[in-house]
C-alpha cells in the first residue's frame, strides 16, 4: 500500500527568479553526478570574489530551486538542489556555505545542504543535525593593513 503525499513548492517566486533557476538547473545536475572532490573544486572556484550570502538571499536561492524543478523540491533532490542555490546565489554575487554530511540521529541519512551565517537554510531543523563532511564556506574576507 503507498501512501499519498504532497511536495510542497514555493508559488511566490517571480518568473525571472524561476528562470535563472532553470538556467542554473542543468549545471547543477551535472555537478550532482562528480565525485565530491570534484564537486568541492568547482565549487572553490566558483565562490571565488562572492560576498557571504545572507539568510533571506540562501532562502530566496533556495525557494527558487525548489519552485523550477520538482525533483528539487522532493526528499531525494538535496543534492542539485543545494548545488543550484548555491550557483543562484553566484549570480546575485553572493555564496552560501554549501554542505554534504549526514544525520546525526538515526537514521543514517546521507544529506546536502546550504547554510548563511552558520545556521541549515529551509531544512526545518535545528543547528547541528547535520554532521558536516564536505563544506564549500564563503570565501575569506581581506584583511585590511
Known sequence: MT???ALERPTDV???RRAAALLVLLPATVLAFLPPRHIRAVLGVLRRGAQPATPAQAQRARDAMCAASLRCAGPKGCLPRSLGAALLCRLGGT???????ARVVPPFTAHAWIEAEDSPVG??????YFARLVVVAPPPRPTGR
Request: glycine content about 16%.
Open 95 to 101: 555564496w552560501p556555505t554549501w554542505c554534504a554530511g
Open 123 to 128: 531544512e526545518g531543523v535545528p543547528d547541528g
Open 14 to 16: 517571480p518568473r525571472s
Open 3 to 5: 501512501t499519498p503525499s
